[in-house]
């Protein structure tokens, strides 16, 4: 069942392809991208190569799934609102990947995910202390790309990117702090999301551009579009995050349950007052001192996300990331663009949005 309506009227019209879009972003980001992953150093590059998918744990070639490639697309399409070539990109998305990639290294291991796109995470195969190091040289490696380049343009570039490599910090700090608390408003929740999600999309929406020659002005507006998309993209998350098919997910049923996140359903249920709210507080507010937490059933993480449903919190969570969508679309009204252009930008936002559950 889609989070949200079928796409919208202008990506509906023009019959967008965004499995091409989608393609076009990672076909001319990855080579790229696997040339910086060679220049790390033995066994970095080996560990990084094993996370982007691209060979199994004993080294041999794999077509692991690399991702949707939505922040690759979205950088690669960016850079033709200024008229310039989809190539004027490529150093912003390759940037931003690995921006992205080092951030779910690291969240990986402070989580405690054993399972990333189907298979072992990184620091349960090769260990915790790779797993930090190699996360921390991807991070290194995207300014450094941008910064090869020796123009203004990616010196404006490279400022937009490590303010939001900080907010995505600051994000997985209050999502850490969060769970050690026994409430969190849905501003908090919304704040974090922004920043752990939304900054990086705002981010990959506009460095393309950047590097093209856009001004400031555009820029901020495609970040808007990013932002706001980035939250509606997270809001989707947090439904699969508790009831999304792990097939589809690749994580544990309930995985976000399991991690006592305050994610946005919980949080909405939460403050949503009544019958089934005061429960699940009740029950949560349990769990915290609970020494059995980690051997709970399925049938007991099912009744918390039945209460979660019955307070409201996954509808509140559902209209929102149609509130958001629809935010970021009007984001695209303040910015001239080629229609081809616009369309695009509305297709990529359609697709976040109804993803499967």
């Not at 997910?249 to 949080?267: F, M």
Request: glycine fraction near 8%; charge should be negative.
């Amino acid at each position: 069942m889609p989070t949200v309506p079928p796409a919208s009227t202008a990506a509906r019209e023009t019959a967008v392809d965004v499995t091409a879009l989608l393609e076009r972003g990672r076909t001319l980001s990855t080579p790229v991208l696997r040339a910086a992953v060679n220049r790390l150093a033995p066994p970095m590059d080996t560990v990084a190569a094993y996370h982007f998918g691209w060979i199994d744990a004993a080294g041999n070639p794999a077509e692991g799934d690399g991702g949707k490639a939505v922040r690759p697309a979205l950088a690669v399409l960016s850079a033709e609102v200024t008229g310039a070539a989809p190539e004027t990109g490529i150093p912003g998305a390759v940037a931003v990947e690995l921006v992205h990639n080092f951030s779910l290294l690291h969240d990986d291991l402070m989580d405690g995910d054993e399972q990333r796109r189907h298979r072992d995470t990184v620091w349960k195969v090769h260990g915790p202390a790779q797993a930090i190091l190699v996360g921390d040289a991807l991070m290194a490696l995207a300014n450094e790309l941008l910064l090869e380049l020796g123009t203004v343009e990616a010196g404006r570039a490279t400022r937009r990117l490590t303010a939001a490599t900080r907010a995505l910090i600051d994000g997985q700090a209050q999502d850490i702090s969060y769970e050690n608390r026994d409430r969190v408003s849905v501003e908090e929740c919304l704040e974090m999301e922004g920043n752990k999600t939304g900054a990086l999309l705002a981010c990959a929406s506009s460095i393309g551009a950047v590097l093209g020659g856009a001004d400031d002005r555009t820029a901020d507006a495609l970040e808007q579009y990013g932002y706001h998309l980035g939250l509606a993209f997270q809001a989707v998350d947090d439904l699969l995050g508790i009831w999304g098919d792990p097939d589809f997910t690749g994580k544990q049923t309930w995985s976000d349950l399991r991690q006592r996140k305050k994610s946005l359903p919980v949080v909405a249920a939460l403050a949503a007052g009544g019958p089934a709210s005061e429960k699940l507080g009740e029950i949560l507010a349990a769990d915290a001192l609970s020494s059995d937490f980690a051997n709970f059933s399925e049938e007991e993480f099912a009744a918390r996300a039945a209460l979660i449903e019955q307070a409201g919190g996954r509808e509140w969570t559902a209209e929102e990331a149609r509130r958001q969508h629809r935010v970021a679309l009007e984001a695209l009204d303040t910015v001239s663009m080629p229609d081809r252009v616009r369309d695009q930008f509305v297709a990529l936002a359609d697709f976040v949005v109804v993803r499967k559950r």
